[in-house]
């Protein structure tokens, strides 16, 4: 097993205080959003051992690359209305901005790698996001409820994914009599009146260990909370509002899917009295374990990466990570919250 150092991404949406204090150190006064553990380039986890080492030792160097990027996540407030792409639209992308010579750390640079984001959300605490459209009755009962008369017609003439292409190219729509609490939540911090975008999606509210699994094309944004965060190992994102990042309304359009969705939550499913998985169609397996005693994990897979979100497991504390070999056992005692991701 190798215990890792994880990348810390000092986004602006970050909460100050939640990661550090799950990691029990001294907050820094810059706002923490999420910590990587993977092999992409943007963000590369260490051997925790070669800290201390004139040069450090990267996972990448030792494993190869991981088809997956394991992170924690703190938002503060609202991320931008995001989408991202599949694989053959981040390789189309991808060679389309390398032949216009774009440089990879340019600001408007859209597609930072040739891969697909597929991501599963797993709360930790009480988490909000926006996820996927609803169909054209909901969004008609939402814009009832929320007064927004305007917004109404448009869906009843053009269906939810007109509406909200209208209300991303900047259409001027009467600002609703009662707004939803998603839109105050994103007025609260962006005042920008593209969040009539809520009313046409779900409005999610997950409860700790309540997941969410977004697959190409979802759009979304994670509006509050404290999160484990699985995904492809691509940093590609599409953004279309609330962000002072650069926004391609046209690729965004080409990317997203504006069809309706249903509940977008992956409800965990109970395999012993420890141990949970989430089923869907995510091209990564993720388990949950409440351990209070010896729990013994056995790599199966050919990547397998263990996360403490809660408590102490052996050498793992809370906010932790490790990298475990295919067909390595683990043998960890203690009471923790203890989850596996493999591929």
């Known amino acids: 097993m190798l215990l890792l150092k994880g990348v810390t991404q000092n986004y602006s949406w970050g909460d100050r205080y939640a990661l550090p204090t799950l990691l029990d150190i001294t907050a820094d006064g810059r706002p923490w959003a999420e910590i990587w553990y993977g092999t992409h380039s943007r963000g590369q986890a260490q051997i925790d051992d070669s800290v201390h080492l004139p040069a450090p030792t990267y996972l990448v160097d030792e494993v190869g690359d991981l088809p997956f990027i394991v992170k924690l996540l703190a938002a503060a407030q609202p991320l931008s209305l995001q989408t991202h792409p599949s694989a053959e639209q981040a390789a189309q992308g991808f060679a389309r901005e390398e032949k216009a010579g774009v440089p990879h750390n340019a600001k408007h640079r859209v597609y930072a790698d040739d891969r697909a984001k597929p991501e599963m959300i797993v709360a930790m605490t009480t988490f909000e996001a926006l996820c996927g459209f609803v169909d054209d009755a909901t969004s008609l009962r939402n ?8 917004l109404a017609a448009r869906v009843r003439a053009d269906g939810v994914a007109g509406a909200a292409k209208a209300i991303l190219r900047g259409e001027t729509f009467a600002a609703p009599s009662t707004p939803s609490d998603a839109m105050r939540q994103l007025n609260e911090h962006y005042d920008d009146p593209r969040s009539l975008i809520a009313l046409l999606m779900h409005h999610v509210r997950l ?26 190992s691509s940093d590609n994102v599409v953004r279309a509002a609330f962000t002072d990042k650069h926004v391609d309304t046209d690729e965004f359009f080409r990317v997203a899917s504006f069809a309706p969705i249903a509940d977008p939550r992956v409800m965990p499913e109970r395999l012993s009295p420890v141990s949970s998985a989430y089923r869907c169609a995510a091209p990564f397996q993720v388990m949950r374990h409440e351990l209070n005693g010896t729990f013994a994990v056995t790599a199966n897979r050919t990547h397998t990466m263990l996360v403490c979100t809660s408590g102490r497991a052996g050498s793992l504390s809370a906010g932790s990570a490790a990298y475990v070999a295919n067909g390595e056992t683990v043998a960890l005692d203690g009471t923790a919250t203890l989850y596996t991701v493999s591929a």
């Open 143 to 150: 814009c009832e409820v929320a007064g927004a008369s305007d």
């Open 207 to 232: 409860q700790p260990g309540e997941a969410l699994y977004l697959d190409a094309g979802n759009v979304h944004t994670y509006l509050y909370g404290m999160a484990l965060e699985v995904q492809g």
